[in-house]
């Protein structure tokens, strides 16, 4: 068996990191890798440290107070915070295309690299403001071509 590429290895970090999220409907999965390709940040879509998991809601429709959105931090911004290093030039490895919020916390941490595997948003108003913003800051992005990830105990 031949090796995985680093590319390979930290969208698998992220496709991992992913599987943390309790999110029943889209879980996100990111790992920040500095240019010495050593991870620096990890995170999933969750609710804030202290908000659990059974006390906030899940959903996607109704009354914007009952559903996640006003409550999940995702990935990428978790990966962001859990980090204690400076992001300039870093890549982001990212299993969903950042929404609109998450490109301004990228662009104004200096990441200056996307690698998502999914673009499930492409074309809504929010993915093209982020788009948008990304080109602006010259923070390059690029869709990872599809692999399968084997995990041997």
């Known amino acids: ?40 940040g990890i995170g999933y879509n969750g609710f804030p440290r202290g908000c659990q998991d059974d006390e906030f809601p899940w959903g996607r429709e109704g009354n914007v107070l009952d559903t996640k959105y006003p409550y ?8 962001i915070l859990n980090s204690n290093q400076n992001l300039k030039g870093a890549t982001l490895y990212v299993s969903l295309f950042p929404c609109n919020e998450c490109a301004k916390l990228v662009i104004q941490t200096g990441i200056k690299h996307i690698i998502y595997m999914s673009d ?34």
């Not at 999940?72 to 990966?79: F, L, Q, R, W, Y």
């Not at 993915?127 to 071509?145: F, H, Q, R, T, W």
């Open 120 to 153: 499930k948003y492409n074309g809504t108003d929010m993915n093209i403001a982020s788009k948008k913003m990304l080109d602006a800051a010259g923070v390059k992005y690029e869709k990872m071509p599809e692999f399968e990830v084997f995990v041997k105990c």
């Open 1 to 40: 068996m031949s090796h995985i590429s680093w590319d390979q290895y930290f969208m698998g970090v992220a496709l991992l990191s992913a599987k943390r999220s309790k999110d029943p409907n889209t879980t996100v999965g990111a790992c920040i890798v500095n240019e010495d390709k050593r991870i620096i």
């Open 72 to 79: 999940v931090v995702h990935a990428e911004a978790n990966a």
